[in-house]
């Protein structure tokens, strides 16, 4: 069950982070797992955006997510420190 405290720990725990480098670990299903890094833009009541880098050509995606997916486990963020190496974990 879904507690709605936790949704707000996690976005509050999140909206700390904006403007970081993050580390995005997201379960596609069927044993697919993609892993990107990014910057974490913005936090919304609802959602948090990532601006992702694309791997073969020299632009930039949005991609957002919901705060559910981090307590699915769905998606993991690792956000990196400043001198680039992996801080702390959320989920």
């Known amino acids: 069950m879904i507690v709605p405290q936790d949704l707000s720990q996690i976005r509050k725990d999140i909206e700390g982070f904006v403007g970081t480098k993050v580390k995005l670990k997201t379960n596609k299903g069927r ?48 956000f990196y420190n400043e001198g680039d190496q992996e801080q702390s974990q959320l989920m």
Do not use: C, H, P, W
């Open 31 to 78: 044993k697919k797992t993609v892993i990107n890094e990014g910057i974490l833009e913005d936090a919304y009541s609802n959602v948090f955006v990532v601006k992702v880098k694309n791997t073969f050509e020299n632009t930039f995606r949005r991609v957002s997510y919901s705060y559910t997916d981090i307590l699915t486990q769905t998606v993991e963020l690792s």
